[in-house]
Each structure stands twice: as structure tokens, then as C-alpha cells.
Nanobody
């Protein structure tokens, strides 16, 4: 199973970006999917998570600005980021809790996509 993240880039403060992360391979089911981020010199932190039924949770720092969603048919999770701030600058990683084709549970990570918010 692989997670491929995309959508990062350079954006001005107040701008928007949309991240995508697609899971591929021998997948039986995916329960929770989420986005984490790691800024320089800081620990990785959870930004947002979504269950297979669509329940969501957000870090306080992004509530009202970021929206997580998923397309279960395509095993893809999205993160719509609006009103971006310089403190949102980080490498963003997607994560998925996967039961694979052999019915084993694994926690998978994407490769990370850089988001830079700067004027």
C-alpha cells in the first residue's frame, strides 16, 4: 500500500491550497485518514482527521480555516486550507489506517508535501 500526497506549494498569507492524498495497492478497507504537519524545529502534529463515516476532528489552530474530506470510492483524502497564515508553513503528511488484502492492519504515511505561506 502506498500513499501519494500532492498539492503543496507557495502561497501568500490569506490564500488557499488544497492537498490530496490517494492510497493505492491491496486495500481491504481504510478506517481513519488524517493530515499531520511538521514545521522546522517542531514535532509532528495532527492537523485534521476523518473517519470512514465522515466524522471529523481538527486542531484548534486550524478550526474554521481548514476542511478535511474524503472520497471512499477512490481511497483519497483532501485538505482544503483557507485563510493561510505564515505559521501554517510546514511539511504536511497524510496518514491512513489500512486493513490490507491479507486482512492485516497497518498505519501508512505519505511522503510529505511542503506548504510555504509567505509574501
Amino acid at each position: 500500500v502506498q500513499l501519494q500526497a500532492s498539492g503543496g506549494g507557495l502561497v501568500q498569507p490569506g490564500g488557499s491550497l488544497r492537498l490530496s492524498c490517494a492510497a493505492s495497492g491491496s486495500i481491504f478497507s481504510i478506517s481513519a485518514m488524517g493530515w499531520y504537519r511538521q514545521a522546522p524545529g517542531k514535532q509532528r502534529e495532527l492537523v485534521a482527521a476523518i473517519t470512514s463515516r465522515g466524522s471529523t476532528a481538527y486542531a484548534d489552530s486550524v478550526k474554521g480555516r481548514f476542511t478535511i474530506s474524503r472520497d471512499n470510492a477512490k481511497n483519497t483524502v483532501f485538505l482544503q486550507m483557507n485563510s493561510l497564515k505564515s505559521e501554517d508553513t510546514a511539511v504536511y503528511y497524510c496518514n491512513a489506517a489500512v486493513v490490507d488484502g491479507t486482512l492485516e492492519f497497518h498505519d501508512y504515511w505519505g511522503q510529505g508535501t511542503l506548504v510555504t505561506v509567505s509574501s
